[in-house]
C-alpha cells in the first residue's frame, strides 16, 4: 500500500474533503488545507511528496507558493486543479515548473492514478541514480590509455561536458559510446539529475511513443512514465539514433525545438529540459544522402560529435585496459586477481578487435571463469579465428593453434563428454561440434584404431 504524502490545497470545503478521504482510501497519506496563506507553514511541515493546489486563489500566491514548496524539496510534484476561469494561470504554473493540469469537476479516479504516476516517477528517478552511482563506481574512465587518439577524445570531451549542446558520439560497436555518454553526464551541470537511456532500435510504432512519453492511464492500463519524463532536468541518451523510427524522426525534432511533449492520454502538452547525448556506429551524413535519416534532425543532434577510436586504432592502450578489467572483473566475481602475462598482452595487441573494448573485456571474463589461474597466457583466450590479425608474421595460424589446443585440454579434462566440455568453453555444444570439425581434432583412441584399421587391410 502507497505511504506517498498528498497535500491538497483546495478553496471548497466540500471538495476539500471528498478529495482528502478519497486519497486516503486509496492507501496515501493525505492532509489538506484551505487557502494558500493558511497552508504554507503547515504544509511545508508536512514535506509532501505531490502536492494538489487549486488555482482558483490569487494567482500571485498560487505561483509563490508552488515556487516555495519547490525550494524545500525540488523533487515534490505539483498537480494544478484549474476551471474555466483560472486555465491561464494553470499554464502559468506548468511553465514554473509545475508537473500537470487537471480540469475541474475533478475526477477522483483520475487524480488518483495521476498521483500514483508522478510517485512512481520519482521513485523511478532515484532508483535509476541509485543504479548510475552504482554503475560509476564499478566502471573505468573511457578515457584509459596514453594513444594519441584517446588523448584527443579526452581533451574534447572535457571541453564540451560542462556545455548544455547536443552530442553525437560515432564509433564502431563496443568501443564504449555509452560509457562515454555516462561520463560527460557524470561531468556536466545536469550530474546530480538522472541519465535515461534508449536503444532506438529495439523499439517503433506505439510502443517507441510510450517508452519515450510515457501514458496517463485508464481503467485498463496503469500510468507510466516515459523517458523523457524521466530524463527532465537530467540527460537523455539515445543509443544508435540512426536506427530510430522514421516516423518518430519529425516528433523528436519538433520537441528539441519547442521543448515540450505530450503522453499518450494526455490534454496539454509538458514543458522539459533535457540535454541530448546520441550515439551511433553509422555514418549518419551518407544516410542524409540516401534520405533515410532526416537532415533537419542530423545537425540539432550533431551541435557536438565526438569519435570514439576502435581498439585496433589504439594498441598501445590495450595493455592498460586488460589489466583494469582483468581487477575489475576479479572483484565482481570474487576471486583473486590474476596477472596478465606479457605473452598474453602480445597475444591481445596482435589481434584485430572486431567487436573493440566489449569484445575485449567478455574474453577476459571468459579466460578468468574457465581458466580459473592466477597468471592468465595466451593458450587462455578464445580469440574468434575469422577475424584477421593486426600483423601478417603467421599470427594467424598462431591464435588458431591456441583456440584448437585450449578446446584439446578442455575436452580431455572432461573426459570428452561434449556437452559437459562446451559449457565449460561457455559456447552452445553445436559450436564445439562445429570447432572440432573446423580444427580437426581427434577423439582419443580414433587414431589408433585408424592404424589398426590399415594394417588388416595391408596383412589381407
Known amino acids: ?82 476551471a474555466q476561469g483560472s486555465m491561464n494561470l494553470a499554464m502559468q504554473a506548468v511553465k514554473q515548473g509545475a508537473d500537470q493540469i487537471l480540469t475541474k469537476p475533478v475526477d477522483l479516479t483520475v487524480l488518483s492514478v495521476l498521483i500514483q504516476r508522478l510517485v512512481d516517477t520519482h521513485r523511478n528517478r532515484q532508483n535509476q541514480i541509485a543504479e548510475h552511482e552504482l554503475r560509476e563506481r564499478n566502471q573505468i574512465s573511457p578515457f584509459l590509455g596514453t594513444s594519441p587518439a584517446i588523448q584527443k577524445l579526452s581533451e574534447l570531451a572535457h571541453n564540451v561536458a560542462a556545455t548544455d549542446n547536443s552530442i553525437l558520439i560515432v564509433g564502431e560497436t563496443g568501443t564504449g559510446k555509452g560509457l562515454l555518454a555516462r561520463w560527460i553526464h557524470n561531468h556536466s551541470p545536469r550530474s546530480s539529475e538522472v541519465f535515461a537511456e534508449l536503444k532506438c532500435g529495439g523499439f517503433a510504432g506505439p510502443a517507441l511513443e510510450r517508452e519515450l512519453f510515457g501514458e496517463m492511464g485508464s481503467d485498463r492500463t496503469a500510468a507510466r512514465a516515459g523517458l523523457m519524463e524521466i530524463a527532465h532536468k537530467g540527460t537523455l541518451f539515445l543509443d544508435e539514433i540512426s536506427e530510430l523510427d522514421v516516423q518518430m ?5 519538433k520537441i528539441l525545438e519547442e521543448k515540450q511533449f505530450r503522453s499518450a492520454g494526455a490534454v496539454h502538452n509538458r514543458n522539459v529540459d533535457f540535454r541530448l547525448i546520441s550515439a551511433t556506429h553509422r555514418d549518419i551524413a551518407k544516410l542524409v544522402q540516401e534520405k533515410t535519416f532526416r537532415s533537419d534532425l542530423y545537425f540539432p543532434i550533431s551541435t557536438i560529435s565526438l569519435i570514439v577510436p576502435s581498439l585496433r586504432d589504439r594498441a598501445e592502450d590495450i ?21 596478465v602475462s606479457q605473452s598474453a598482452i602480445s597475444a591481445l595487441q596482435a589481434y584485430s578487435w572486431p567487436g573493440n573494448i566489449r569484445e575485449l573485456r567478455n574474453l577476459l571474463e571468459h579466460a578468468i571463469l574457465v581458466s580459473g589461474k592466477r597468471v592468465l597466457t595466451e593458450r587462455d583466450f578464445l580469440f574468434d579465428s575469422s577475424s584477421e590479425p593486426m600483423s601478417h608474421g603467421g599470427f594467424a595460424r598462431t591464435l588458431q593453434q591456441v583456440q584448437r589446443q585450449y578446446i584439446e585440454e578442455v575436452l580431455f579434462r572432461e573426459g570428452w563428454r561434449v556437452e559437459a566440455a562446451a559449457k565449460k568453453l561457455g559456447m552452445p555444444r553445436s559450436s564445439l561440434y562445429q570447432k572440432i570439425k573446423e580444427f580437426n581434432i581427434p577423439r582419443p583412441g580414433a587414431a589408433h584404431q585408424a592404424h589398426a584399421g590399415t594394417d588388416r587391410r595391408l596383412q589381407n
Do not use: W
Not at 524522426?249 to 525534432?253: E, G, S
Open 1 to 82: 500500500m502507497s505511504t506517498e504524502r498528498v497535500f491538497v490545497i483546495e478553496n471548497e470545503t466540500s471538495l476539500r474533503q471528498e478529495i482528502t478521504d478519497f486519497l486516503r482510501s486509496k492507501g496515501f497519506d493525505a492532509m489538506s488545507g484551505q487557502s494558500c496563506n493558511e497552508s504554507e507553514e503547515r504544509g511545508l511541515t508536512y514535506r509532501p511528496d505531490v502536492v494538489v493546489l487549486d488555482c482558483s486563489q490569487h494567482g500571485e500566491s498560487v505561483i509563490n507558493l508552488m515556487l516555495r514548496f519547490r525550494k524545500v524539496n525540488p523533487s515534490v510534484a505539483m498537480i494544478m486543479l484549474a
Open 249 to 253: 524522426q519529425p516528433t523528436l525534432l
Open 319 to 339: 595493455e592498460p585496459l586488460a589489466r583494469q578489467f582483468a581487477e575489475q572483473l576479479a572483484k565482481d566475481l570474487g576471486v583473486p586477481r590474476p596477472e
